[in-house]
Nanobody, 120 residues
Framework: QVQLVESGGGLVQPGGSLRVSCAASGRILSINAMGWYRQDPGKQRELVAAITRGGATNYADSVKGRFTISRDNAKNTVYLQMNSLKPEDTAVYYC??????????????WGQGTQVTVSS
């Protein structure tokens, strides 16, 4: 079975920084795109940033220039460096990965989420 485990969330003051990590483990042949989503209660889950296996990236307009997504393919890990944090960045951040576990089995997997709270 495949699991994604996030870490690094917490409470930070406006203008501060956090780095969240997500490590994939289990029966994995390859990982294609990986990404970070976020969701607050009563709101739709939104894509924050995504990265391909080769390193191409996309960012939501609201975080462009402040957040950086990266990955370590050898460790099956994706990171999100969050700088200049704002209260509106407060949300549960979820890791997502497109994973191939066999020649004919490929699915999206989700982590349990990590809470990021930006408040003074």
């Amino acid at each position: 079975q495949v699991q994604l485990v996030e870490s690094g969330g917490g409470l930070v003051q406006p203008g501060g920084s956090l780095r969240v990590s997500c490590a994939a483990s289990g029966r994995i042949l390859s990982i294609n795109a990986m990404g970070w989503y976020r969701q607050d209660p009563g709101k739709q889950r939104e894509l924050v940033a995504a990265i391909t296996r080769g390193g191409a990236t996309n960012y939501a307009d609201s975080v462009k220039g402040r957040f950086t997504i990266s990955r370590d393919n050898a460790k099956n890990t994706v990171y999100l460096q969050m700088n200049s944090l704002k209260p509106e960045d407060t949300a549960v951040y979820y890791c997502n990965a497109d994973i191939k576990i066999s020649w004919n089995q490929r699915s999206d997997y989700w982590g349990q989420g990590t809470q990021v709270t930006v408040s003074s």
